[in-house]
């Protein structure tokens, strides 16, 4: 129903800065969710940065200060601005939507970031 389509991500030195890129396709509802999650190897998959398209937005407390979430409810897109960038923020970063009547979850296939020291 919902198909995500991730960009961005790369190889970065600490201190350096990325840009991640979503966009989403197919039945989009007119409220919704989306954002990024990350998964580090080992680790369970967390919440990065999230904002709804009423303009509410949730930050995990590691990256606030240093990311930004941003969204085109017209284009249905959103970006992750992530600056000042550490080794600990390395992970795979999954974009996600949330929307419907019942709040299903619809996930891109990931980005990698990695952040050398």
């Known amino acids: 129903q919902v198909q995500l389509v991730e960009s961005g991500g790369g190889l970065v030195q600490a201190g350096g800065s990325l840009r991640l890129s979503c966009a989403a396709s197919g039945t989009i509802f007119s409220y919704n969710v989306m954002g990024w999650y990350r998964q580090a190897p080992g680790k369970q998959r967390e919440l990065v940065a999230v904002?709804?398209?009423?303009?509410?937005?949730n930050l995990a407390d590691s990256v606030k200060g240093r990311f930004t979430i941003s969204r085109d409810n017209a284009k249905n897109t959103v970006s992750l601005q992530m600056n000042s960038l550490k080794p600990e923020d390395t992970a795979v970063y999954y974009c996600?939507?949330?929307?419907?009547?019942?709040?299903?979850?619809?996930w891109g296939l990931g980005a990698q970031v990695t952040v050398s020291s």
């Open positions: 904002m709804s398209s009423g303009g509410n937005t």
């Open positions: 996600r939507y949330s929307g419907g009547y019942y709040h299903d979850d619809y």
